[in-house]
């Protein structure tokens, strides 16, 4: 029986680690886009209607440049504080897990750790609120 489990340890840290190269190594590689994670964007139909910009208005004379993808980005620091609380509260369940591997058992979540993953989330989504319906995009 202690064979068995060792071989099913051994086999679990093979795969975890292994999934762990896949994931680095396309990040590297780029086949994982990381382009503007830490940026937000504007609605373009909130910038639309505030600029007057809709396709049924005017007769069409007036042509407005093309506008980058990049014109309606932000730096959202709603996102940095939520990849933070994310990894920090990982790496914290990662240690606690690797300090009590011989026990075969994982260990219990701390009872503040879901109150502080809440309210990161709560953070992070009331950022997103605020920039689709309370930012002005003409000022920025």
Known sequence: MDLLLQLVRWEVLIFLAGLAAIVVHQLLTGTINTRNLLYGRISRANHKAENGNNANQGSG??????????????????????????VGAA????MQTATTAKSGKLPDI????PAVMGGSNAIYLGGKAYARWFANPGSK
Request: charged content about 25%; cysteine-free.
């Open 61 to 86: 004379d007036q042509k407005q440049p093309a506008k980058s993808p990049d014109d309606d980005l932000y730096f959202s620091p709603e996102r940095v504080q939520l990849l933070v609380f994310t």
């Open 91 to 94: 790496m914290y369940y990662v």
């Open 110 to 113: 701390p009872d503040g750790l």
